[in-house]
Nanobody, 124 residues
Framework: QVQLAESGGGLVQPGGSLRLSCAAS????????MGWFRQAAGKEREFVAA????????YYVESVKGRFTISRDNAKNAVVLEMNSLKPEDTAVYYC?????????????????WGHGTQVTVSS
């Protein structure tokens, strides 16, 4: 079993940056693909970014490409989402996700473990 805990959310002005971290418990962290989803008020949870269990092949939803970067450190059981050039439409609760396979499925229903989420608000 894997437990996930996000941190790093907050309020930022448009164009600003935030760094989200996800700390994972468990000895088999390197056996899980990791990712981030987000859910804005009144909307469905959507895929944002993911990385394979080996740390390669990061992939992103089109709307964040070139602005967000996902990375992981298997020695520290951690995954990070660096968010730059933030826009008001990035406002949402961001969730860390883990799935017991090489690469993460885009569909939220197939995720094995979720964190509790961290609020990101982009507003002037």
């Amino acid at each position: 079993q894997v437990q996930l805990a996000e941190s790093g959310g907050g309020l930022v002005q448009p164009g600003g940056s935030l760094r989200l971290s996800c700390a994972a418990s468990g000895r088999t962290f390197s056996s899980y693909a990791m990712g981030w989803f987000r859910q804005a008020a009144g909307k469905e949870r959507e895929f944002v970014a993911a990385i394979t269990w080996s740390g390669g092949n990061p992939y992103y939803v089109e709307s964040v490409k070139g602005r967000f970067t996902i990375s992981r450190d298997n020695a520290k059981n951690a995954v990070v989402l660096e968010m730059n050039s933030l826009k008001p439409e990035d406002t949402a609760v961001y969730y860390c996700a883990a799935q017991a396979r090489y690469s993460l499925d885009y569909r939220a229903d197939n995720i094995d473990y979720w964190g509790h989420g961290t609020q990101v608000t982009v507003s002037s």
